[in-house]
Protein backbone atom coordinates (compact mmCIF):
# COMPACT_ATOMS: atom_id res chain seq x y z
CA UNK A 1 0.00 0.00 0.00
CA UNK A 2 3.09 2.37 0.23
CA UNK A 3 2.40 3.53 -3.44
CA UNK A 4 -0.72 5.04 -2.41
CA UNK A 5 -1.75 8.42 -0.45
CA UNK A 6 -3.91 7.34 2.53
CA UNK A 7 -6.04 9.52 4.91
CA UNK A 8 -2.67 9.40 6.19
CA UNK A 9 -1.55 12.11 4.11
CA UNK A 10 -4.84 13.96 4.03
CA UNK A 11 -5.41 16.98 5.93
CA UNK A 12 -9.17 16.81 5.75
CA UNK A 13 -9.65 19.81 8.62
CA UNK A 14 -13.05 22.10 7.68
CA UNK A 15 -12.30 20.78 3.97
CA UNK A 16 -15.28 19.06 1.50
CA UNK A 17 -14.28 15.80 0.94
CA UNK A 18 -15.39 14.03 -2.07
CA UNK A 19 -15.60 9.70 -0.72
CA UNK A 20 -16.11 7.05 -3.72
CA UNK A 21 -17.68 4.64 -1.97
CA UNK A 22 -20.17 1.63 -3.14
CA UNK A 23 -23.50 1.48 -1.94
CA UNK A 24 -24.44 -1.61 -4.45
CA UNK A 25 -26.14 -3.40 -1.25
CA UNK A 26 -28.65 -5.97 -1.83
CA UNK A 27 -32.30 -4.40 -1.52
CA UNK A 28 -35.98 -5.78 -1.33
CA UNK A 29 -38.76 -3.62 -0.96
CA UNK A 30 -37.06 -0.82 -0.68
CA UNK A 31 -34.94 -2.15 2.40
CA UNK A 32 -31.06 -3.04 2.95
CA UNK A 33 -31.18 -6.77 2.90
CA UNK A 34 -27.99 -7.17 3.69
CA UNK A 35 -25.33 -4.06 5.33
CA UNK A 36 -21.91 -5.70 5.02
CA UNK A 37 -20.67 -2.53 2.23
CA UNK A 38 -21.98 0.12 4.35
CA UNK A 39 -20.03 -1.51 7.40
CA UNK A 40 -17.11 -1.51 5.84
CA UNK A 41 -17.03 2.27 4.64
CA UNK A 42 -17.97 3.55 8.14
CA UNK A 43 -14.70 3.92 9.38
CA UNK A 44 -13.27 6.08 6.47
CA UNK A 45 -16.54 8.06 6.86
CA UNK A 46 -15.90 8.64 10.94
CA UNK A 47 -12.47 9.14 10.61
CA UNK A 48 -12.66 12.19 7.92
CA UNK A 49 -15.80 13.45 9.81
CA UNK A 50 -13.75 12.98 13.25
CA UNK A 51 -10.83 15.16 11.91
CA UNK A 52 -13.30 17.86 10.81
CA UNK A 53 -13.75 17.63 7.29
CA UNK A 54 -17.02 17.57 5.25
CA UNK A 55 -18.18 14.67 3.98
CA UNK A 56 -19.69 13.79 0.62
CA UNK A 57 -20.57 10.58 -0.31
CA UNK A 58 -20.76 9.42 -3.77
CA UNK A 59 -21.85 6.44 -5.31
CA UNK A 60 -23.85 4.69 -7.70
CA UNK A 61 -26.74 2.29 -7.44
CA UNK A 62 -28.17 -0.70 -9.98
CA UNK A 63 -27.46 0.03 -13.50
CA UNK A 64 -29.98 3.03 -14.84
CA UNK A 65 -30.33 3.95 -17.88
CA UNK A 66 -31.59 7.41 -16.76
CA UNK A 67 -32.85 8.66 -13.65
CA UNK A 68 -35.09 5.75 -12.21
CA UNK A 69 -36.72 6.31 -8.94
CA UNK A 70 -36.55 3.04 -8.91
CA UNK A 71 -33.17 3.37 -8.12
CA UNK A 72 -32.38 6.25 -6.08
CA UNK A 73 -30.26 5.78 -3.22
CA UNK A 74 -32.19 8.00 -0.60
CA UNK A 75 -33.21 4.76 1.16
CA UNK A 76 -29.65 3.49 1.17
CA UNK A 77 -28.87 7.20 3.13
CA UNK A 78 -31.12 6.09 6.17
CA UNK A 79 -29.33 2.99 6.13
CA UNK A 80 -26.07 4.54 6.11
CA UNK A 81 -27.15 7.16 8.92
CA UNK A 82 -28.82 3.93 11.01
CA UNK A 83 -25.55 2.04 10.56
CA UNK A 84 -22.92 5.33 11.02
CA UNK A 85 -25.30 6.38 14.16
CA UNK A 86 -25.68 9.91 13.02
CA UNK A 87 -27.25 12.31 10.75
CA UNK A 88 -26.77 11.72 7.10
CA UNK A 89 -28.06 14.36 4.40
CA UNK A 90 -29.42 13.46 1.45
CA UNK A 91 -28.95 15.71 -2.30
CA UNK A 92 -31.72 14.63 -4.92
CA UNK A 93 -28.50 14.93 -7.90
CA UNK A 94 -25.13 14.46 -7.44
CA UNK A 95 -24.30 17.80 -9.47
CA UNK A 96 -25.49 21.67 -10.40
CA UNK A 97 -27.85 23.51 -8.43
CA UNK A 98 -29.10 20.95 -5.57
CA UNK A 99 -26.08 19.48 -5.07
CA UNK A 100 -24.25 23.20 -4.38
CA UNK A 101 -26.59 24.24 -1.88
CA UNK A 102 -26.76 20.63 -0.05
CA UNK A 103 -22.73 20.58 0.43
CA UNK A 104 -22.43 24.60 1.22
CA UNK A 105 -24.80 23.83 3.89
CA UNK A 106 -22.45 21.19 5.51
CA UNK A 107 -20.30 22.19 8.70
CA UNK A 108 -17.07 20.57 9.27
CA UNK A 109 -18.14 16.77 10.73
CA UNK A 110 -21.30 16.54 8.90
CA UNK A 111 -22.53 13.73 6.32
CA UNK A 112 -23.92 14.16 2.91
CA UNK A 113 -25.30 11.16 0.13
CA UNK A 114 -25.60 12.85 -3.23
CA UNK A 115 -28.07 11.00 -5.44
CA UNK A 116 -26.94 7.93 -7.79
CA UNK A 117 -23.87 9.15 -9.81
CA UNK A 118 -25.16 6.69 -12.50
CA UNK A 119 -28.54 8.48 -12.84
CA UNK A 120 -25.91 10.83 -15.06
CA UNK A 121 -24.62 9.51 -18.51
CA UNK A 122 -21.42 11.37 -17.71
CA UNK A 123 -20.79 9.04 -14.88
CA UNK A 124 -20.10 5.74 -17.00
CA UNK A 125 -18.75 7.76 -19.91
CA UNK A 126 -16.59 8.98 -17.27
CA UNK A 127 -16.90 12.71 -19.27
CA UNK A 128 -14.43 15.63 -18.32
CA UNK A 129 -17.45 18.22 -18.35
CA UNK A 130 -19.15 15.65 -15.34
CA UNK A 131 -15.86 14.82 -13.73
CA UNK A 132 -15.88 18.80 -13.62
CA UNK A 133 -19.02 19.18 -12.39
CA UNK A 134 -18.38 16.79 -9.64
CA UNK A 135 -14.95 18.00 -8.94
CA UNK A 136 -16.81 21.55 -8.04
CA UNK A 137 -18.40 20.19 -5.13
CA UNK A 138 -14.92 19.05 -3.23
CA UNK A 139 -11.10 19.66 -2.11
CA UNK A 140 -10.43 16.62 -1.96
CA UNK A 141 -10.88 13.08 -3.35
CA UNK A 142 -10.77 10.07 -1.49
CA UNK A 143 -11.98 6.34 -2.99
CA UNK A 144 -13.34 3.75 -0.34
CA UNK A 145 -15.03 1.64 -3.17
CA UNK A 146 -12.25 -1.08 -4.47
CA UNK A 147 -15.22 -2.82 -5.35
CA UNK A 148 -16.19 -0.52 -8.26
CA UNK A 149 -12.61 0.14 -8.40
CA UNK A 150 -12.96 -1.97 -12.12
CA UNK A 151 -14.94 0.76 -13.55
CA UNK A 152 -13.35 3.68 -15.31
CA UNK A 153 -16.01 6.09 -14.46
CA UNK A 154 -16.41 9.56 -13.39
CA UNK A 155 -16.69 9.28 -9.98
CA UNK A 156 -13.87 6.05 -9.58
CA UNK A 157 -11.33 7.31 -12.12
CA UNK A 158 -12.24 10.62 -13.51
CA UNK A 159 -11.86 12.22 -10.21
CA UNK A 160 -8.73 11.19 -8.62
CA UNK A 161 -6.95 12.70 -12.20
CA UNK A 162 -8.35 16.72 -11.34
CA UNK A 163 -8.61 16.47 -7.15
CA UNK A 164 -6.03 15.41 -4.78
CA UNK A 165 -6.84 11.82 -4.48
CA UNK A 166 -6.42 8.93 -1.28
CA UNK A 167 -7.28 5.97 -1.27
CA UNK A 168 -9.59 5.33 1.95
CA UNK A 169 -8.91 3.08 4.96
CA UNK A 170 -11.63 -0.06 3.11
CA UNK A 171 -9.54 0.34 -0.04
CA UNK A 172 -6.47 0.39 1.79
CA UNK A 173 -7.42 -3.01 3.41
CA UNK A 174 -8.98 -4.74 1.05
CA UNK A 175 -5.57 -4.20 -1.42
CA UNK A 176 -3.60 -5.65 1.48
CA UNK A 177 -5.81 -8.79 2.42
CA UNK A 178 -6.17 -9.81 -1.25
CA UNK A 179 -2.13 -8.92 -1.88
CA UNK A 180 -1.45 -11.22 1.04
CA UNK A 181 -3.83 -13.91 0.73
CA UNK A 182 -3.88 -14.69 -2.94
CA UNK A 183 -0.39 -12.73 -4.43
CA UNK A 184 1.03 -16.45 -4.19
CA UNK A 185 -1.90 -18.43 -4.02
CA UNK A 186 -1.28 -22.13 -1.94
CA UNK A 187 -2.36 -24.95 -5.15
CA UNK A 188 -4.36 -25.98 -6.22
CA UNK A 189 -6.66 -22.97 -6.41
CA UNK A 190 -10.67 -23.37 -7.07
CA UNK A 191 -12.64 -21.02 -8.39
CA UNK A 192 -16.48 -20.68 -7.97
CA UNK A 193 -18.39 -18.22 -10.51
CA UNK A 194 -22.22 -18.14 -10.04
CA UNK A 195 -24.44 -14.91 -9.98
CA UNK A 196 -26.13 -13.01 -12.59
CA UNK A 197 -23.97 -10.53 -14.17
CA UNK A 198 -23.32 -12.61 -17.29
CA UNK A 199 -22.36 -10.58 -19.83
CA UNK A 200 -20.01 -8.14 -17.39
CA UNK A 201 -18.15 -11.25 -15.87
CA UNK A 202 -18.04 -14.43 -18.47
CA UNK A 203 -14.88 -12.29 -20.74
CA UNK A 204 -12.77 -12.29 -17.43
CA UNK A 205 -13.22 -15.86 -17.12
CA UNK A 206 -11.37 -16.60 -19.99
CA UNK A 207 -7.78 -15.43 -18.23
CA UNK A 208 -9.27 -16.82 -14.99
CA UNK A 209 -9.14 -20.36 -16.34
CA UNK A 210 -5.46 -19.65 -16.93
CA UNK A 211 -4.40 -18.84 -13.11
CA UNK A 212 -6.56 -21.32 -11.77
CA UNK A 213 -6.74 -25.41 -11.64
CA UNK A 214 -10.60 -25.93 -11.53
CA UNK A 215 -13.67 -23.40 -11.92
CA UNK A 216 -16.94 -24.17 -11.02
CA UNK A 217 -19.77 -22.31 -13.14
CA UNK A 218 -23.16 -22.25 -11.37
CA UNK A 219 -25.76 -19.73 -11.36
CA UNK A 220 -27.47 -17.72 -14.07
CA UNK A 221 -23.62 -18.19 -15.70
CA UNK A 222 -23.73 -21.73 -15.83
CA UNK A 223 -27.19 -21.31 -17.61
CA UNK A 224 -25.02 -20.07 -20.46
CA UNK A 225 -22.43 -22.58 -20.33
CA UNK A 226 -25.35 -25.60 -20.44
CA UNK A 227 -26.56 -23.60 -23.20
CA UNK A 228 -23.64 -23.64 -24.91
CA UNK A 229 -22.95 -26.87 -24.74
CA UNK A 230 -26.12 -27.87 -26.77
CA UNK A 231 -28.74 -28.10 -23.90
CA UNK A 232 -32.08 -26.47 -23.50
CA UNK A 233 -32.11 -24.38 -20.33
CA UNK A 234 -36.09 -23.48 -20.54
CA UNK A 235 -37.23 -20.42 -19.00
CA UNK A 236 -33.90 -19.91 -17.31
CA UNK A 237 -31.71 -16.43 -16.99
CA UNK A 238 -28.89 -17.33 -19.97
CA UNK A 239 -27.24 -14.84 -22.09
CA UNK A 240 -27.96 -16.96 -25.19
CA UNK A 241 -25.91 -14.59 -27.81
CA UNK A 242 -22.75 -15.75 -25.36
CA UNK A 243 -23.06 -19.24 -26.05
CA UNK A 244 -19.34 -18.87 -28.73
CA UNK A 245 -17.97 -17.05 -25.57
CA UNK A 246 -18.24 -19.75 -22.82
CA UNK A 247 -17.13 -22.45 -25.75
CA UNK A 248 -13.77 -20.32 -26.73
CA UNK A 249 -13.70 -20.31 -22.75
CA UNK A 250 -13.96 -24.04 -22.27
CA UNK A 251 -11.55 -24.58 -25.12
CA UNK A 252 -9.13 -22.22 -22.74
CA UNK A 253 -9.70 -24.54 -19.82
CA UNK A 254 -8.73 -27.60 -21.74
CA UNK A 255 -5.26 -25.96 -23.14
CA UNK A 256 -4.57 -24.30 -19.76
CA UNK A 257 -5.23 -27.82 -17.55
CA UNK A 258 -8.28 -26.14 -15.89
CA UNK A 259 -11.64 -28.34 -15.11
CA UNK A 260 -14.52 -27.10 -15.57
CA UNK A 261 -16.92 -28.01 -13.47
CA UNK A 262 -20.43 -27.33 -14.59
CA UNK A 263 -23.94 -28.53 -12.91
CA UNK A 264 -25.12 -31.88 -13.75
CA UNK A 265 -28.81 -30.85 -12.56
CA UNK A 266 -31.10 -28.40 -11.21
CA UNK A 267 -33.80 -27.26 -9.26
CA UNK A 268 -36.38 -25.92 -11.76
CA UNK A 269 -39.44 -23.96 -10.70
CA UNK A 270 -42.04 -22.24 -13.80
CA UNK A 271 -41.57 -18.67 -12.04
CA UNK A 272 -38.66 -17.07 -9.40
CA UNK A 273 -40.77 -16.48 -6.20
CA UNK A 274 -39.91 -18.00 -2.52
CA UNK A 275 -41.70 -21.34 -1.81
CA UNK A 276 -42.41 -21.93 -5.63
CA UNK A 277 -42.98 -25.18 -6.50
CA UNK A 278 -39.95 -26.99 -7.68
CA UNK A 279 -38.47 -30.24 -8.90
CA UNK A 280 -34.76 -31.39 -9.26
CA UNK A 281 -33.97 -32.33 -13.14
CA UNK A 282 -31.09 -33.54 -14.81
CA UNK A 283 -29.22 -30.98 -16.77
CA UNK A 284 -30.35 -32.82 -20.05
CA UNK A 285 -33.58 -33.03 -19.12
CA UNK A 286 -34.69 -29.06 -18.15
CA UNK A 287 -38.46 -28.51 -19.42
CA UNK A 288 -38.52 -26.07 -22.05
CA UNK A 289 -41.16 -24.39 -19.59
CA UNK A 290 -39.28 -23.64 -16.25
CA UNK A 291 -36.47 -22.26 -14.95
CA UNK A 292 -32.96 -23.45 -13.39
CA UNK A 293 -33.44 -21.21 -9.75
CA UNK A 294 -30.66 -23.53 -8.10
CA UNK A 295 -28.05 -26.23 -8.10
CA UNK A 296 -29.07 -29.27 -7.74
CA UNK A 297 -28.05 -31.97 -5.24
CA UNK A 298 -25.79 -34.02 -7.22
CA UNK A 299 -24.41 -30.72 -8.84
CA UNK A 300 -23.37 -30.18 -5.01
CA UNK A 301 -21.79 -33.18 -4.42
CA UNK A 302 -19.23 -32.25 -7.30
CA UNK A 303 -18.92 -28.83 -6.04
CA UNK A 304 -17.68 -30.20 -2.35
CA UNK A 305 -15.35 -32.41 -4.30
CA UNK A 306 -13.68 -29.73 -6.02
CA UNK A 307 -13.30 -27.74 -2.76
CA UNK A 308 -11.77 -30.59 -0.98
CA UNK A 309 -9.27 -30.72 -3.44
CA UNK A 310 -8.25 -27.39 -3.47
CA UNK A 311 -5.87 -25.80 -0.96
CA UNK A 312 -7.39 -22.11 -2.05
CA UNK A 313 -10.64 -21.05 -2.65
CA UNK A 314 -11.43 -18.02 -4.45
CA UNK A 315 -15.42 -17.34 -4.76
CA UNK A 316 -17.50 -14.73 -6.84
CA UNK A 317 -21.42 -15.45 -7.45
CA UNK A 318 -23.90 -17.47 -5.34
CA UNK A 319 -24.70 -20.90 -7.02
CA UNK A 320 -28.41 -20.06 -7.29
CA UNK A 321 -30.87 -17.40 -6.37
CA UNK A 322 -30.44 -17.13 -2.71
CA UNK A 323 -32.53 -14.83 -1.62
CA UNK A 324 -35.92 -17.04 -2.66
CA UNK A 325 -35.97 -20.01 -0.27
CA UNK A 326 -35.51 -23.08 -1.08
CA UNK A 327 -33.58 -21.69 -4.16
CA UNK A 328 -30.77 -20.88 -1.74
CA UNK A 329 -29.62 -24.79 -0.92
CA UNK A 330 -27.14 -25.28 -3.08
CA UNK A 331 -25.29 -21.91 -2.18
CA UNK A 332 -25.57 -22.76 1.47
CA UNK A 333 -24.54 -26.32 1.46
CA UNK A 334 -21.18 -25.26 -0.43
CA UNK A 335 -20.50 -22.25 1.60
CA UNK A 336 -20.88 -24.30 4.84
CA UNK A 337 -18.50 -27.20 3.49
CA UNK A 338 -15.92 -24.60 2.21
CA UNK A 339 -16.18 -22.83 5.77
CA UNK A 340 -15.96 -26.09 7.33
CA UNK A 341 -12.90 -26.96 5.49
CA UNK A 342 -11.33 -23.52 6.25
CA UNK A 343 -11.94 -24.16 10.40
CA UNK A 344 -10.08 -27.05 9.71
CA UNK A 345 -6.84 -25.15 8.21
CA UNK A 346 -7.46 -27.06 5.12
CA UNK A 347 -8.28 -24.17 2.83
CA UNK A 348 -7.57 -20.72 2.47
CA UNK A 349 -11.13 -18.88 1.37
CA UNK A 350 -11.59 -15.75 0.32
CA UNK A 351 -15.37 -15.07 -0.85
CA UNK A 352 -16.22 -11.57 -2.45
CA UNK A 353 -19.17 -10.06 -3.73
CA UNK A 354 -22.00 -7.49 -2.61
CA UNK A 355 -24.64 -10.36 -2.94
CA UNK A 356 -22.28 -13.41 -2.18
CA UNK A 357 -21.39 -11.75 0.85
CA UNK A 358 -25.23 -11.26 1.55
CA UNK A 359 -25.13 -15.38 0.30
CA UNK A 360 -22.37 -15.97 3.55
CA UNK A 361 -24.18 -13.87 5.51
CA UNK A 362 -27.27 -15.98 4.92
CA UNK A 363 -25.48 -19.53 5.18
CA UNK A 364 -24.09 -17.61 8.79
CA UNK A 365 -20.43 -18.49 7.64
CA UNK A 366 -19.27 -15.25 6.45
CA UNK A 367 -16.99 -15.43 10.02
CA UNK A 368 -15.42 -18.28 9.17
CA UNK A 369 -13.74 -17.63 5.45
CA UNK A 370 -10.43 -16.57 5.44
CA UNK A 371 -11.19 -12.93 3.96
CA UNK A 372 -13.97 -11.53 2.45
CA UNK A 373 -14.42 -8.72 0.09
CA UNK A 374 -17.01 -6.52 -0.86
CA UNK A 375 -15.75 -6.84 -4.59
CA UNK A 376 -17.47 -9.05 -6.91
CA UNK A 377 -16.72 -8.30 -10.52
CA UNK A 378 -13.55 -5.85 -9.31
CA UNK A 379 -11.99 -9.02 -7.56
CA UNK A 380 -12.08 -11.04 -10.29
CA UNK A 381 -10.37 -8.52 -12.60
CA UNK A 382 -7.55 -8.71 -9.40
CA UNK A 383 -7.78 -12.22 -9.49
CA UNK A 384 -6.90 -12.20 -13.06
CA UNK A 385 -3.62 -9.83 -12.45
CA UNK A 386 -5.78 -6.87 -14.07
CA UNK A 387 -4.71 -3.17 -13.40
CA UNK A 388 -8.01 -1.48 -12.15
CA UNK A 389 -8.35 2.17 -12.89
CA UNK A 390 -9.71 2.99 -9.72
CA UNK A 391 -6.56 1.70 -8.20
CA UNK A 392 -4.21 3.09 -10.81
CA UNK A 393 -5.50 6.42 -10.47
CA UNK A 394 -4.50 6.56 -7.20
CA UNK A 395 -0.82 5.87 -7.46
CA UNK A 396 1.20 8.04 -5.40
N1 LIG B 1 -30.03 -19.58 -11.50
C1 LIG B 1 -30.24 -18.30 -11.26
N2 LIG B 1 -31.29 -17.66 -11.83
C2 LIG B 1 -31.50 -16.35 -11.58
N3 LIG B 1 -30.74 -15.58 -10.76
C3 LIG B 1 -29.71 -16.18 -10.18
C4 LIG B 1 -29.39 -17.55 -10.38
N4 LIG B 1 -28.30 -17.85 -9.66
C5 LIG B 1 -27.93 -16.73 -9.02
N5 LIG B 1 -28.76 -15.72 -9.32
C6 LIG B 1 -28.74 -14.34 -8.83
O1 LIG B 1 -27.46 -13.77 -8.93
C7 LIG B 1 -27.45 -12.59 -8.13
C8 LIG B 1 -26.04 -12.26 -7.70
O2 LIG B 1 -25.21 -12.11 -8.83
P1 LIG B 1 -24.00 -11.07 -8.94
O3 LIG B 1 -23.24 -11.44 -10.17
O4 LIG B 1 -24.55 -9.69 -8.83
O5 LIG B 1 -23.12 -11.45 -7.65
P2 LIG B 1 -22.39 -10.51 -6.60
O6 LIG B 1 -21.84 -11.37 -5.53
O7 LIG B 1 -23.34 -9.42 -6.14
O8 LIG B 1 -21.22 -9.87 -7.41
P3 LIG B 1 -20.98 -8.29 -7.73
O9 LIG B 1 -20.51 -7.69 -6.45
O10 LIG B 1 -19.98 -8.28 -8.82
O11 LIG B 1 -22.30 -7.73 -8.15
C9 LIG B 1 -28.39 -12.90 -6.97
O12 LIG B 1 -29.36 -11.88 -6.90
C10 LIG B 1 -29.03 -14.25 -7.33
O13 LIG B 1 -30.42 -14.30 -7.13
O1 LIG C 1 -21.72 -4.61 -7.22
C1 LIG C 1 -20.61 -4.41 -7.75
O2 LIG C 1 -19.86 -5.36 -8.11
C2 LIG C 1 -20.09 -3.01 -7.89
O3 LIG C 1 -20.90 -2.10 -7.20
C3 LIG C 1 -19.99 -2.61 -9.35
O4 LIG C 1 -21.26 -2.62 -9.96
P1 LIG C 1 -21.39 -2.73 -11.57
O5 LIG C 1 -21.02 -4.17 -11.90
O6 LIG C 1 -22.82 -2.42 -11.88
O7 LIG C 1 -20.42 -1.76 -12.15
Redesign the pocket.
Known amino acids: MTAFRTLDQADVQGKRVLVRVDLNVPMENGKVTDATRIERVLPTIREIADKGGKVILLAHFGRPKGRDPKESLKPVAEAVSLHLKKNVAFADDCIGEVAEKAVAALKGGDVLLLENTRFHAGEEKNDPAFVSALAKLGDLYVNDAF?AAHRAHASTEGLARVLPAYAGRTMQQELDALTKGLEAPKRPVVAIV????VST?IDLLENLVTKVDALVI???MA?TFVHATGLNVGK??AEKDLAATALRIIEKARTSNCAIILPVDGVCAYE?KAGAVNHTYGIDAIPEDQ????VGSQSVERINAAINDAATLVW????????IPPFDQGTVAAARHAAQRTKEGKLVSVAG????VAALNHAGVAENFTYVST???AFLEWMEGKALPGVEALRA
Open positions: SGGAKKGGGNSLFMILDNGPLGAFEGGDTAGG
